[in-house]
């Protein structure tokens, strides 16, 4: 834990996607399987997917923004 009492979460969003199987994945974000390939993969998904890989991830959206900026940091 940090001082400011928030732990330092690394998560991207291919470890937020990656338990959950793609066509789970595929359905719920309303994307062709290839754009769920190229997240797990490291690609920035659009602002646009953001809620609904919140809801296949089962997390907050702020946890989805975070791990968004994570995965820009590692490309």
Do not use: N, Y
Not at 55 to 72: D, G, H, K, W, Y
């Amino acid at each position: 834990m940090s001082t400011t009492g928030f732990a330092t979460d690394k998560r991207t969003i291919a470890d937020l996607l990656r338990p959950f199987r793609r066509s789970e994945i595929v359905r719920a974000c309303g994307v062709d399987p290839s754009t769920v390939s190229r997240w797990l993969a490291g690609s920035v998904p659009s602002e646009e997917h953001l809620p609904r890989i919140a809801a296949v991830a089962r997390v907050s959206l702020p946890a989805v923004r975070r791990a968004l900026i994570q995965t820009e940091a590692q490309r």
